[in-house]
């Protein structure tokens, strides 16, 4: 198994969890208390087959430095509002999706872990896609904060299409899956009466190292709450 | 309604009571029992969903992936058992918004352990292996409730604790053959937990406001008195199995009444909290109160666009047919 393409895909699932995890008791009504811990579960899921593909899943996620993590940006943003939290679930759960079902098809040594995931993962799409429309055609309230969630994570977005070594996908292939994402999140923000935000996605000003294991500020202190209690007893079984 | 049939209508409820039939939400009962069990249901509700603070607290810092999701699973169950609680008090007549009301404006209860703190990792393990345990020995004759939609709710909400139940107990066991300040970290969280979990089967039976007509309805099934002897006597084999003591110098077992004698309780405590002195009280509906103001723009909108759906489907041009 390619060491790159399981840390990649396995810490964007390990972060995205932890984010999720921090609404339990939180959220504005308890059915999302339900759908919200639903899918931070489903993708602690998918952290654990792959970080365990490449080592032993406690010591990937809690002896390494921030800098050996190699999530997407995306996912270590905080939480915010609900609006910034289905912002981030709309941005990643289509590109997740597109990914899986990619890497579901080819046969590669991920295919069996990304069929079982792609059906996860279409409701964590549908669940996103549904809240956008809510809340982007809903009050002016709530549209207004659509927008501005939509419009801050945007130059994230640019980052998730950046090629992933050991996953068998060339160039081409990730032009395709950038092509068919932007596709689907403009007819979604469209239909929710959003603006398709403007700015870039993939130059000097936008996000893009998280792969290379440069991370946000917010990172190294989720990085510090979730690994203390490991790491203060060396050696300790739980 | 004249007064013979009130009374017809009483009879056949008492009998159908007598009987061991359940009551359903569209037959006649007295009002005082259904106050009765929107008063119970919705405690028991509000303590699902406050219930889910003191655990979420260690979320973000469990030590292990696997403890995580155990983590995370119990408490989404919690949530889920706020929701069928929730609708099963529908059935009486009440919404959802107006109990959670009464929970923010502090004109209803939740149950008073969970206003004491988790301070370290061993306390999730002590509220599954206590407060569940304690919750379960509540909760089993509850599945044979007089009030059917209770009743049934119930079956789902115990066989889920019992989960907890057990990954509470197996975290404990962890710690406590671990290492020694694990085993350190378990021996304080029973001891602080110990006591608080003896209460939570409400006062002593002389004491019990609601008890007696509560029993004759067949809501309640055993007395507070009996089901906390019955909660001591499986916790003390257990504890023995766990490596770890209970902070009760008065445990013994009796041999004449076939059970554990154990030490006096301090009702002062429990009043305290119940007043809302206890050390989180003001912290749990706090939170709970700023979750349900700073999610008051969602459930709008949501609201807003399904109105706005309801019009357009109203308002759209019908296909003609031939």
């Known amino acids: 198994m390619d060491t790159a393409a399981a840390l990649a895909l396995g810490d964007d699932a390990l972060v995205l969890s932890h984010r999720l995890g921090e609404w339990a008791g939180h959220a504005p009504v308890l059915e999302e208390e339900v759908a919200l811990a639903n899918i931070a579960l489903d993708l602690l899921g998918q952290a654990r087959v792959l970080l365990s593909l490449v080592g032993d899943e406690d010591e990937l996620a809690y002896?390494?430095?921030?800098?050996?993590?190699?999530?997407?940006?995306?996912?270590?943003?905080?939480?915010?509002?609900?609006?910034?939290?289905?912002?981030r679930q709309l941005y990643f759960s289509g590109y997740q999706y597109l990914l899986y079902e990619r890497l579901a098809a080819d046969g590669g040594p991920l295919s069996g872990l990304a069929a079982k995931a792609v059906k996860e993962v279409a409701y964590h799409r549908d669940h996103a896609e549904q809240w956008t429309t809510r809340l982007g055609d809903g009050t002016q309230e709530s549209h207004r904060r659509m927008?501005?969630?939509?419009?801050?994570?945007?130059?994230?977005?640019?980052?998730?299409?950046?090629?992933?070594?050991?996953?068998?996908?060339?160039?081409?292939?990730?032009v395709l899956l950038d092509a068919a994402w932007t596709a689907r999140v403009t007819e979604v923000l469209t239909g929710a009466t959003l603006t398709v935000p403007e700015g870039p996605r993939a130059d000097a000003w936008s996000a893009g190292g998280g792969r290379e294991g440069l991370h946000?500020?917010?990172?190294g202190r989720m990085l510090a709450e979730m690994q203390h209690l490991h790491r203060s007893h060396p050696g300790a079984s739980w | 309604m004249t007064s013979v049939t009130t009374e017809a209508y009483e009879a056949a409820f008492d009998a159908a009571v007598a009987a061991d039939e359940r009551i359903e939400p569209r037959d006649w009962m007295p009002e005082a029992y259904r106050a009765t069990l929107i008063r119970q249901m919705a405690q028991h509700a509000h303590s699902e969903i406050i219930g889910m603070q003191p655990e979420a607290n260690w979320i973000t810092r469990a030590p292990?992936?696997?403890?995580?999701?155990?983590?995370?699973?119990?408490?989404?169950?919690?949530?889920?058992?706020?929701?069928y609680l929730y609708s099963a008090a529908e059935t009486l007549g009440v919404s959802r918004d107006e109990l959670l009301d009464k929970l923010h404006t502090g004109r209803q209860k939740y149950s008073s352990i969970f206003n004491y703190p988790t301070l370290t990792w061993a306390d999730v393990g002590a509220i599954g292996w206590l407060v569940d345990g304690a919750a379960i020995t509540n909760q089993v004759p509850?599945?044979?409730?007089?009030?059917?939609?209770?009743?049934r709710a119930m079956v789902r909400v115990c066989k889920e604790e019992s989960f907890h139940q057990r990954q509470g107990y197996e975290l404990l066991l962890a710690l406590s053959k671990g290492t020694p300040a694990q085993h350190a970290m378990a021996q304080d969280a029973v001891d602080r937990w110990w006591w608080p979990s003896l209460m939570m089967f409400g006062p002593p039976d002389d004491a019990s406001a609601h008890s007696a007509q509560s029993m004759?309805?067949?809501?309640?099934?055993?007395?507070?008195?009996?089901?906390?002897?019955?909660?001591?006597?499986?916790?003390?084999?257990?504890?023995?199995?766990?490596?770890?003591?209970?902070?009760?110098?008065?445990?013994?077992?009796?041999?004449?009444?076939?059970?554990?004698?154990?030490?006096?309780?301090?009702w002062s405590e429990l009043t305290e909290v119940i007043k809302g002195n206890g050390p989180c009280n003001e912290q749990r509906l706090g939170q709970r109160r700023r979750a349900h103001e700073e999610g008051a723009w969602v459930r709008e909108a949501a609201a807003a666009h399904a109105a706005k759906r309801r019009t357009a489907q109203h308002t759209e041009p019908r296909e003609a047919t031939a």
């Open chain 1, 216 to 219: 946000t500020e917010p990172f």
């Open chain 2, 216 to 266: 004759a309805w067949k809501i309640k099934r055993h007395s507070n008195d009996e089901l906390r002897q019955r909660f001591v006597d499986i916790c003390v084999p257990q504890a023995e199995s766990l490596g770890l003591s209970l902070p009760d110098p008065d445990l013994r077992w009796n041999e004449e009444r076939g059970h554990h004698d154990f030490g006096a309780i301090d």
């Open chain 1, 63 to 87: 002896l390494r430095e921030e800098r050996a993590f190699r999530n997407l940006q995306l996912v270590e943003q905080p939480g915010g509002d609900f609006a910034h939290t289905i912002a």
């Open chain 1, 147 to 174: 927008q501005r969630a939509c419009d801050a994570l945007w130059r994230y977005t640019g980052e998730m299409f950046r090629p992933v070594e050991g996953l068998g996908l060339d160039a081409e292939d990730w």
């Open chain 2, 142 to 151: 509850l599945c044979r409730c007089s009030y059917g939609p209770y009743a």
């Open chain 2, 64 to 83: 292990s992936l696997r403890r995580k999701a155990i983590l995370m699973a119990k408490v989404q169950d919690e949530a889920g058992h706020g929701l």
